[in-house]
C-alpha cells in the first residue's frame, strides 16, 4: 500500500532523514519507534506532503505521492494526525470535524453528509459532549481524540497517527489502542503509528520499524525488535532485555 | 433580527419618494454603493487576509470602465465585465505568489499596500490617457441613457439598491457555505487546514478573485455615479484605508457591519468637508486614520459586532433565568 525507498530530507547541512526505505503492507499497523529527533515526525511530514523531500520515492497504492501538496495526499485517501493537536479554535467541535469530512473528499459531498460523516467519527473515537461547543474546553486527550476523529473523517485507506497517547492516562492509553485497532479491523484502515509508549504500542502493531539519527537501525516484528542489541542501546536501553 | 429583515426592505423602498433634498438622496446612493464595496472587502478581510489593496481593485474596475468608454465607445455594459475581468488577473497574479509563499499577516498588507500603489502612480503616469492627478469625467450622454449606464439620481437609487442587496447576498452565501469554514480553518492553522484535504491556494485565491471583482464592479458604478473619477479617490492608499476603516468600525463578522461602516464614513466625510472646505486638506484622513486606531484598540468587533455581542449575552442571560428561577 505505502511504499517508501531511499527517503531522504536535508535542512541545509543537517540531514534528518537518510535513505530511509519501508513498505507497509494493507491493513497493517507498523509502529515507528526511536529517541526524539530520530526522524519519525520528519518521516510523517514527507509521507503527508507538508514538507517536500531532498530525494527519494514515495509510492502510495501505486501512485508516486512525493512532493505532493498536502490536500491532494489526503484526496488520494492519505490521512495524519499531529503529535501536538491543532485544532481549529475558531470552529465548533463538530465543524472540526465536519470541514475534515467535506474537504477530505474534495468537496464531492454534500454539507449535510460531511456533518454526518463527522458525527459517526466524533462517536468512534469516543468524544462526548456538546459537538457545537468550542475546542478551548477540551482536555489534552479530548484534543488527542479530535485529532483523530478529524483524520479518520476524510475517510483514509492510510493513517499516520502520530504519538496518539501522549498526554493521556493509562486508561485512556488502553482505549486510544482499542481504538485504533478497531479502526485497521472495522474499518481496514492501514495505520503508521509513531508511539513512544512502548508498552501499548508494541501490544498493537504487527511490525515495528526503529529510527536513529535518521537512519532505520531496525525492523521485524515487535518480539524481535525489542531484543536487537541495538535497538537496546540506542533506544529501549538495558531494562528492556530479554523482555 | 429575522423580522427585521422585511421592516429594513419596505424601509429602503421609501426615500426616493420621500420629500428629501436631491443632497440627501445622493448621500444614501453613496453610502449603499460604498457598503457594496465594503461588504466586498469583508469577504476575505473577515478571514485574516486583511488587503490594503481593494484601492486598486476599486481603481482597476473604474479606470478601465471609464477609458472603453471615452476612447472606444464602448458601453460600460461591456466595459464593467472588462475592468472586473482585469482586477481579478490583477488578484490571482497577486494572490497566487501570495498563498504559495504563504505571505501573511503584516506581509500581506504590504504586498497589497504596495499593489495599490503601483496602480495609482500608474494612472497619475499614463496622463495623456488618465488625465493623470486632475482625474477624468466619462464623456456624459444626457439624461439618462441604459446604453452609457448613466442615470438620474431617482434610477441610480435603485441601482444602488440592488447592488448593495447582491453584495449581501454573497457575504451570506459565502458565511454559510463550506469554504467559510476552511477559511476560518486555514485562519488558524494552513498546515492543519491542508492535512484534512482544504486547498490552501485554491480557497485563499476563491475569496480573494470574489472579493476583487465584487470591488470592481463597485468601482466602476462608482465612477459612472459620480461622473468624475480621481486616482486619489479611486485607486490610492487613501481609498484602501477608507474601506478597512469603514470594515472594521462597522464589524466585518456581521453582514450589516460594512453598511453601518459606510454611514459613519460617508457621513463623517461629508461632515469634515462642509467642516473644514478646502482650508485643511488632510483633516479627513488623520481623523480616520486616529478613528482607526480607536476603534482597533476598544471595539475590535465593530459597532455591528458589539451589538450583536451584547443580544446574544442578553439572550443567554433570559434563557438562564428560567432554569434558575
Redesign the interface.
Known sequence: MLQVDGLTKAFGGFVAVNQVSFAVAPAEILGLIGPNGSGKSTIFNLV???LSPTAGSIRFEGQEIAGR????I??RGL??T?QIP??????PIL??V???A??????RID?GT?VERARAALALVGLPGDPDARTDGLGAAGLKKLELA??L??QPRLLLADESLGGLDHGEMQQAAEMLRRVRGEMGITIVWVEHIMGVLMKVVDRVMVLHHGETVAEGLPADVVRDPRVIEVYLGRGHAGA | MKAGWPLLGAALLLPPFLPISDYTLHIIILVLLWAFVYTSWTIMGRFGLVSLGHGAFLGLGTYVTALLWNHYGLTPWAGIPLGVVVAVAVALVIGYPCSRLKVVGHYFALVTLALTEVVRLSIVAWRDVTGGSLGMTPNAVPPESIVALQFTKFTWYWVALGVWALGLVVWHRVDRSMTRSAMDAIADDETAAAAVGINVTLQKLLVTTVSAALTAFGGALIGQYQMYINPDTMAGVGVSLQIVFAAISGGMYVILGPTVGAILTIVLQEFLRVLFGTRCIGAAATIYGIMLIVFIIFMPAGICGVIVARMRKRRAVAAAAPAAG
Not at chain 1, 501538496?69 to 491532494?72: G, V
Not at chain 1, 491543532?86 to 470552529?91: A, E, Q, T, Y
Not at chain 1, 467535506?102 to 468537496?107: A, C, D, E
Request: net charge positive.
Open positions: 503527508s506532503g507538508t501538496p498536502a490536500s491532494e489526503v484526496h490521512a495524519r499531529f491543532r485544532p481549529f479554535r475558531k470552529l465543524e472540526n465536519a470541514v475534515a467535506y474537504f477530505g473528499r474534495n468537496g454539507r460531511a478529524r483524520a473523517a476524510t
